[in-house]
């Protein structure tokens, strides 16, 4: 599989990972083996960072989206995703705040069709 797609099934920042990781085909087995004994390297970058824009925006509980919103458009490292939330700006508090309704309407929406589906089957 490509670089890329290896970084993202191991949740690390490409342009973060050694040469030999960037440049080469990682097959199946070889990934397989770097997420049951990670490296040194890859443990650094999974604990310190940088750290790619999905864990970024996890860690500081808001979107991907929300992350652009607020000027946030680069990976950041554990120290400066600390920062941000010690800091705690406004976009920060606005996008956590627009987040937890998202997910509330989205588990509303998810309950609402399972309960279709429940009387669905009901009727049937």
């Known amino acids: 599989m490509k670089p890329a797609t290896a970084a993202k099934k191991l949740d ?3 342009p973060a990972t ?9 097959t ?3 990934l397989a083996a770097l ?3 990670p490296p040194a390297w890859l ?6 960072g940088p750290h790619p824009k999905n864990l970024v925006a996890a860690k500081l509980g808001v979107s991907i989206s ?8 680069e990976a950041l490292t554990t120290e400066e995703i600390e920062a941000v939330v010690a800091e705690e700006p406004e976009w920060l508090v606005a996008e956590r705040a627009t987040y937890q309704e998202t997910l509330r309407d989205e588990r509303r929406v998810k309950s609402l069709h399972a309960e279709q589906r429940r009387r669905g ?3 049937d």
């Open 12 to 14: 690390v920042y490409l």
């Open 18 to 26: 050694p040469a030999e990781f960037r440049e080469n085909s990682i």
């Open 28 to 30: 199946r087995a070889e």
């Open 35 to 37: 997420q049951e004994d």
């Open 43 to 48: 443990r650094e970058l999974r604990k310190n």
């Open 66 to 73: 929300g992350l652009q919103r607020g000027g946030v458009g």
């Open 121 to 123: 089957a009901l009727e």
